[in-house]
Antibody, heavy 121, light 106 residues
Framework: EVQLVQSGAEVKKSGESLKISCQGSGYRFSTYWIGWVRQVPGKGLEWMGIIFPGDSDARYSPSFQGQVTISADKSINTAYLQWSSLKASDTAMYYC???????????????WGQGTLVTVS | SNDLTQPPSVSVSPGQTASIACSGDPLGNEYASWYQQKPGQSPVLVIYQDNQRPSGIPERFSGSSSGNTATLTINGTQAVDEADYYCQAWDSWTYVFGTGTKVTVL
């Protein structure tokens, strides 16, 4: 069974750094892209970026480029999302999700983590 | 523009059909996917590649696409289908999510 388990909720202050994690199991972690999605309370889904754990190739949404860093450690089947200096506007739920591809023009997320709530005061 | 636009809300009576449209330039060349999200839960994929249903998703969920518009249809809507629904496309290494539609089953 494919599972993505994320780290627990975080409460931080503005200016602090943070790294949250997403551990995959039930499949070959290094061969599937893992994406990160933000959801501000009461708002919609926003794609932040994606990483291929096999070689740590990461791509970012222009909206989040330079604001966060996505990384992965394939030896422990874990992807990360990190901030060097949090802002109150980073308060949101963050989801990781596994990318699927069944056709040349089709990419989607079939498996999602449970989400990590980040609160920045 | 690579935005995907959805109606903010759709209301439907139990047993009736709900349709949600998603419009935007990315859909002219790329497949659409749809997610259901209930309060306090992670999104769940209900349709991929315009009209394919993942294992475990009820047959009452279907999808179609024409030109720059994709449509999610829920036939025989049930109370458990009340949720937010998001369309999504992938275009040049960028994921785009729709603005989201709240489906209310009255």
């Amino acid at each position: 069974e494919v599972q993505l388990v994320q780290s627990g909720a975080e409460v931080k202050k503005s200016g602090e750094s943070l790294k949250i994690s997403c551990q995959g199991s039930g499949y070959r972690f290094s061969t599937y892209w893992i994406g990160w999605v933000r959801q501000v309370p009461g708002k919609g889904l926003e794609w932040m970026g994606i990483i291929f754990p096999g070689d740590s190739d990461a791509r970012y949404s222009p909206s989040f480029q330079g604001q966060v860093t996505i990384s992965a450690d394939k030896s422990i089947n874990t992807a990360y999302l990190q901030w060097s200096s949090l802002k109150a506007s980073d308060t949101a739920m963050y989801y990781c999700a596994r990318q699927e591809s069944t056709a040349a023009r089709s990419r989607y997320f079939a498996f999602w983590g449970q989400g990590t709530l980040v609160t920045v005061s | 523009s690579n935005d995907l636009t959805q109606p903010p809300s759709v209301s439907v009576s139990p047993g009736q059909t709900a349709s949600i449209a998603c419009s935007g330039d990315p859909l002219g060349n790329e497949y659409a996917s749809w997610y259901q999200q209930k309060p306090g839960q992670s999104p769940v994929l209900v349709i991929y590649q315009d009209n394919q249903r993942p294992s475990g998703i009820p047959e009452r969920f279907s999808g179609s696409s024409s030109g720059n518009t994709a449509t999610l249809t829920i036939n025989g809507t049930q109370a458990v289908d009340e949720a937010d629904y998001y369309c999504q496309a992938w275009d040049s290494w960028t994921y785009v999510f729709g603005t989201g539609t709240k489906v209310t089953v009255l």
